[in-house]
């Protein structure tokens, strides 16, 4: 298995993503090769300095980079030569199985949506993100965080399919509850876009739909899975990431607020594509970028987009 990372993505690159190459090759050894594309002459001197061993590191220069202020479609049109182009037109091609990057989201997202395309029968395809329950047990998804500002009953409906089965293939959740965010838990309590959903799910055959779930109880056991437009869920993820940072500040220490550190959980896959694609923090540390290719490589062992193309049929 070949898992491509944008080496050139994400704010103090490339450091971060080459050292997050060197750790998760270790992690790997011989079940899979990392691919860095980028400016090789930054990218070797790095493996150098830390004695990589390079038997399942590989290099492909690139001559640009798509910076995080590129605009996003003409950077991906015309930075032909990019670390991001060149990695979808590879990803396109079969030479690697996979693709991650912590830089430009939007030209991330260009090349999921134009390059890789999504499945057939996927109105939108959308970001989950990890939530980490306080219990333990099982590790929660939220979708969309962001790819979707603006949705309709029918997408959300979809969200809930998608998130059944990445809760079930990637977290081994065997029914998946899953819950629509909402301002009360009451059938009757939200907007037109969550009222109009909540009918959608209720009569719904794709999953097992357990109600509204309000913001206070993402946290708990109440849901597997919890359904949002992509503002509202890039707003929650926002939270989050503010959280944590406000806990490490002040020295809170518990195994749980570890938990909402970003990095480790790696990136947010894109799902409805035909790929396995990964985006990273913008601020990814090469432990972000390892965890990230480490969840690029289980995406790609449980066939994911697979997966989905079946329950579509």
Known sequence: ????????????????????????????QNLGTVVLYGDSSKIEPILKEHNCNTANIDVFHTSETIAMGDHPAKAFQHKQDSSITVGFKHLQSRKIDAFCSAGNTGAMMIGSMHTIKAIPGIIRPCLASPIPKISGKTTGTLLDVGLNSDCKPDVLYQYGILGNIYAKTYYDIET?????????????????????????????????????????????????????DGF????????????????????????????????????????????????????????AIKNMILQAYRITIIKLPEKIKQALQ
């Open 232 to 287: 509202t869920g890039n707003i929650i993820l926002k939270q989050i990431e503010s959280f944590y940072s406000i806990a490490h500040e002040l020295h809170l220490s518990h195994p749980y607020i570890e938990n909402l550190n970003y990095e480790n959980h790696g990136g947010t896959p894109v799902l409805g594509v035909n790929a396995p694609i990964v985006v990273g923090h913008g601020a990814s540390n090469e432990i």
């Open 176 to 228: 998946p509850n899953i819950c629509l965010l909402n301002i009360g838990e009451e059938e009757e309590k939200g907007n037109l876009l969550t009222k109009a959903t909540y009918e959608l799910m209720k009569d719904g055959i794709h999953f097992k739909f357990g109600g509204n779930i309000e913001s206070n109880n993402l946290f708990t056991d109440k849901a597997d899975v919890v359904v949002c």
């Open 1 to 28: 298995m070949r898992i491509g990372i944008d080496a050139m993505g994400g704010d103090f690159a490339p450091k971060p993503a080459v050292l997050g190459a060197i750790a998760a090759s270790i992690e790997l």
